[in-house]
């Protein structure tokens, strides 16, 4: 394309004037308002895992892929596979993110079982600490979110994940990561993978629901956060985690 | 005095060319930053609601329902209740918004029922696995069992 001088001035002057008449950035780049129906006050996002139900089948992956669009060889959601020896060190795998399930174990000598990982959606969350420009935060509901038209690709946020579940995306060169489905719960649906999940392994939990099954749950079992010693205040709680989970 | 004024004038215009820059930055900063942003907190308020705006891929089951309201009966006595209809037939949004547009493929059966039931130690012990070999010599799952609502 050529521009002249006088295109150039063209374009500045309708800039300026777009400027003066107060056009917000929404309006440039076209964001869409929030839902009347749904209020960021009235939730707290988080999720609720029984390891002692998950069998390692990669729905929830496969399903995340799909609904999130994620890239090959990346992942917002994954699945590990545990085999812990006494006296060893555990042995962990996770094939691809178990995205096609596991290869089968016949190690019956060994405490083993699948441990599904996946953004904390922390409230006090390291990554949201050191984004220098406030491309990640906490949402008033209560989901780690980026802005992909803020984010500047500095990596700091992944480097600052103790969970390692940020990646930069490779086309977009943003920071990418589970939005807890924040597109589907704000209309009333479950995550992807919570609604692929097939034994009800992971549950997406509203903590401001008073009816939410959450606060039995958290009532009738021994739950635990990961790595707590980073007092992250991490939201996604595992029944019956075992110590040697990191 | 106009000694004074004469030495201060060294300082004046720096003064000068200092506050010239600060109305700038002031200026670009009201222009380049949103109004939006610090709404809620240290960004852009109106993110929330493009990150919400996103379609969705996996339209629920109780989408599904309205129309397989047959299937979804069958279904629903069995032993696989709890699995939704999107967990084997992959997502279907695009379906539920345009049934005719929009056919559904058949699942991968030889994988499908293999993911969840092939037996491996580090499964629930409850759960019901069987080695896939030895159990049906490559024999696809749905020829005996009706996936809708296994029997054992």
Redesign the interface.
Same mark, same amino acid.
């Given at each position: 394309m050529d521009l002249s001088r006088r295109d150039l001035f063209k374009i500045g002057g309708k800039l300026l004037l777009l400027?003066s008449a107060g056009a =917000?950035?929404?309006e440039i &780049?076209g $964001?869409?308002?929030?839902?009347e129906a749904?209020r =960021?006050a009235d939730h707290w996002w988080g999720m609720i895992i029984d390891i %002692?139900? @998950?069998?390692? @089948?990669?729905?929830c992956v496969r /399903?995340c892929s799909?609904?999130n669009h994620v890239p090959d060889g990346y992942f917002r959601t994954w699945v590990e596979? *545990?085999?812990v020896e006494e006296g060893k060190q555990p042995v962990v795998d996770s094939p691809k993110g178990a995205i %096609?399930?596991?290869p089968?174990?016949?190690?019956?000598d &060994?405490k083993?079982?699948?441990v599904p990982k996946l953004c904390n959606q922390c409230a006090a969350s390291p990554c949201v600490q050191v984004c220098p420009v406030? $491309?990640?935060? &906490?949402?008033?509901d209560g989901v780690v !979110?980026v %802005?992909e =038209? *803020?984010c500047l690709g500095c990596r700091y946020c992944i480097q600052a994940c103790p969970y390692g579940c940020r990646y930069l995306h490779p086309e977009k060169h943003t920071v990418d990561k589970c939005?807890l489905c *924040?597109?589907?719960i =704000?209309?009333g !649906?479950?995550t /992807?993978c919570c609604?692929? @999940?097939?034994?009800?392994a992971r549950q997406l939990v509203d903590f401001k629901d008073p009816k939410d099954p959450v606060h039995e749950f958290l009532r009738n079992n021994k739950v635990e956060v990961l790595k707590p010693y980073m007092a992250t205040q991490a939201k996604v709680y595992y029944k019956d985690l075992d110590g040697a989970v990191r | 005095m106009s000694r004074l004024f004469k030495t201060a004038g060294h300082l004046i215009r720096p003064a000068l060319v200092l506050l010239a820059g600060l109305g700038l930055f002031l200026v670009i900063r009201a222009v380049i930053v949103p109004k939006d942003f610090g709404k809620y907190g240290h960004y852009r308020g109106a993110s929330l609601g493009m990150i919400s705006a996103r379609p969705i891929s996996y339209a629920g089951q109780d989408q599904c329902v309205l129309c397989h309201d047959d299937e979804a009966k069958v279904h629903s006595t069995g032993k696989h209740a709890g699995v939704r209809c999107e967990a084997c037939h992959g997502a279907l949004a695009k379906h539920a918004d345009d049934p005719g547009a929009n056919k559904p493929k058949l699942p991968d059966v030889a994988n499908l029922c293999r993911r969840c039931h092939e037996k491996d130690a580090a499964k629930p012990k409850g759960f019901p696995q069987v080695d896939t070999v030895a159990h049906s010599q490559g024999i696809l799952c749905n020829t005996c069992h009706q996936p809708h609502n296994p029997h054992l």
């Open positions: 400027a =917000t950035f929404d &780049v $964001a869409a308002p929030p839902s749904y =960021t %002692d139900k @998950c069998i390692g @089948c990669g729905s /399903a799909e609904e596979r *545990y085999q %096609d399930g596991f089968p174990s016949t190690r019956a &060994v083993s079982f699948f406030g $491309a990640t935060f &906490v949402s008033p !979110l %802005d =038209t *803020y939005t *924040y597109h589907r =704000t209309k !649906l479950t /992807a609604e692929n @999940c097939p034994t009800g | -």
